[in-house]
């Protein structure tokens, strides 16, 4: 079995899919408790919390876990439910969303326990608010070459290319230095002769 990748924001999904809840609930509940006090902060606290969960909803509710290995796209929510897709059922990779709140929209051919939309928080930084995010192109790349029937690159074989590259560019680097450090010298004993 091929090499799993995680390909969607751990820290963002995980723990804000418990944390943002608890908050909104103790905020609500927090309102709930100065109502026998004070009817502004009662207020306050009802209006804040009830906010808090409907963009806790509407930004993360339905977020799933992705999860990359072979031609195969793993896909599951934070309850434990699972399922898997082959990569040729994507039919499409969108962003969706606001500048730093984009989250990568997969659309299926086939019917999931989650739907045919699946929308996730990719990991890693983006280029700018503007660009495509890598993991976008990555994903658009992949489903592309699974539906022609391209065998998929893994990062672990791209990391290997790419550092046998750097190991022979740091060889020439070395070698080029020889050259020079030996055509100093000559030159040195050439002006030393004189």
Request: glycine share 8%.
């Amino acid at each position: 079995m091929a090499d799993r990748y995680e390909l969607s924001a751990e820290l963002m999904t995980r723990i804000g899919w418990y944390y943002d809840p608890v908050i909104a609930t103790g905020l609500v509940t927090f309102g709930i408790l100065a109502m026998f006090f004070d009817a502004g902060a009662a207020f306050c606290f009802l209006f804040f919390g009830a906010l808090y969960l409907l963009l806790w909803w509407w930004l993360r509710g339905g977020l799933k876990r992705i999860e990359i290995a072979g031609n195969a796209l793993y896909i599951s929510d934070f309850l434990g439910r699972r399922d898997a897709v082959h990569l040729a059922n994507v039919t499409d990779v969108a962003e969706t969303g606001l500048l730093a709140l984009k989250k990568i929209k997969l659309t299926l051919d086939a019917d999931t326990r989650f739907g045919r939309i699946v929308e996730f928080l990719p990991t890693g930084w983006r280029n700018g608010p503007w660009r495509p995010h890598p993991i976008a192109t990555y994903l658009q790349e992949r489903v592309a070459a699974a539906r022609v029937g391209i065998p998929p690159r893994l990062p672990a074989q791209e990391y290997a290319e790419s550092a046998q590259k750097y190991a022979e560019s740091v060889q020439k680097y070395a070698e080029l230095q020889a050259d020079m450090r030996r055509l100093r010298e000559t030159e040195d004993k050439a002006h030393s002769r004189r």
